[in-house]
């Protein structure tokens, strides 16, 4: 089992807006690192205090294949130099790959977060 992690940024703070950016970050996350439903473990969301127009876990439902896999979430921990409107996760996976070929997903905003990661 490996970690993937994957963060975007939302531009308003509305249910649709929270919901087509986990649809699109959680798709990537499983593009990227070949993850079907059926090999995730669990996926744990966070967000910043800001993000409270809807539960990310609910957009990530909204996925072909997600009914059945296990979705928390969880709110980001406020920090001085926080990058605000953000949703993040942790997507927890039965992967034949080592930790360096995990390809994390930084989206929109958030690929500030990990510049280390930039492929």
């Known amino acids: 089992m490996r970690g993937i992690r994957g963060a975007i940024t939302i531009k308003n703070n509305t249910k649709e807006e929270i919901f087509a950016a986990v649809r699109w970050m959680v798709t990537e996350m499983c593009r990227h690192n070949g993850v079907t439903a059926d090999a995730i473990g669990a996926v744990i969301f966070s967000a910043t205090e800001d993000v409270t127009a809807a539960f990310p876990a609910a957009g990530a439902r909204l996925i072909p294949g997600f009914t059945a ?11 001085e130099d926080g ?9 927890l996976a039965d992967v ?3 930790q360096q070929e995990i390809r994390h997903v930084y989206l929109g905003g958030a690929a500030n977060l990990r510049p280390d990661l930039k492929r």
């Open 96 to 98: 034949d790959k080592t």
């Open 69 to 79: 896999v296990p979705l928390f979430d969880t709110r980001q921990m406020a920090a």
């Open 83 to 91: 990058l605000p409107l953000c949703i993040r996760a942790l997507l």
